[in-house]
T-cell receptor, first 112, second 114 residues
């Protein structure tokens, strides 16, 4: 049972435009949601997170939106830059647990 | 600055060999994790550990075992490597005090079993 789903395997965006990556989840016990970025042959690096008690968190060019009623979150990158080309993973943690549950990942390509 | 290191970046082993993957973290984190990453499947948890000598199965523990004799070191063992264990293996660590449960990852080991 895939509790965290990223239904778009890939996304291509023009440099300077907005990139929107989506993630859906099924477990209402998730209390934190995180986004990680991964370059080839490197480990994932933490990008931004959001608590389930919030609906938006912003950090520079990155904003994460959480819609709990729809069990949906999205990552907005604006403006998109060539260095943003990577695989992005959505992850979630259950209240009281230390584990993360990851989505399948979305490969973002920023075109010049 | 948290550093998680993994013993090898690339490894090629033969079917049936015993394989050891080592992970070391330098931030005194209690929690350590082993994942494998496969295209289209994301990161799947193999085993994790909340403390020395403690281990718990993740989602796909079959064919793997782990060892945590020291707080900073977490080893993943493939008792008898098989071709379906060809994958990218990622180690991570975290602290229970980290409110958002952020995990810090190593660079990964690309294992090929032939």
């Amino acid at each position: 049972d895939q509790q965290v789903k990223q239904n778009s395997p890939s996304l291509s965006v023009q440099e300077g435009r907005i990139s929107i990556l989506n993630c859906d989840y099924t477990n209402s016990m998730f209390d934190y949601f995180l986004w990680y970025k991964k370059y080839p042959a490197e480990g994932p690096t933490f990008l931004i997170s959001i608590s389930s008690i919030k609906d938006k968190n912003e950090d520079g060019r990155f904003t994460v939106f959480l819609n709990k009623s729809a069990k949906h979150l999205s990552l907005h990158i604006v403006p998109s830059q060539p260095g943003d080309s990577a695989v992005y993973f959505c992850a979630a943690s259950v209240r009281g647990a230390q584990k993360l549950v990851f989505g399948q990942g979305t490969r973002l390509t920023i075109n010049p | 600055d948290v550093k998680v290191t993994q013993s090898s970046r690339y490894l090629v082993k033969r079917t049936g060999e015993k394989v050891f993957l080592e992970c070391v973290q330098d931030m005194d984190h209690e929690n350590m994790f082993w994942y494998r990453q496969d295209p289209g499947l994301g990161l799947r948890l193999i085993y994790f550990s909340y403390d020395v000598k403690m281990k718990e199965k993740g989602d796909i523990p079959e064919g793997y075992s782990v060892s945590r004799e020291k707080k900073e070191r977490f080893s993943l063992i493939l008792e008898s490597a098989s071709t379906n264990q060809t994958s990218m293996y990622l180690c991570a660590s975290s602290s229970p005090g980290q409110g958002n449960h952020e995990q810090y990852f190593g660079p990964g080991t690309r294992l090929t079993v032939t």
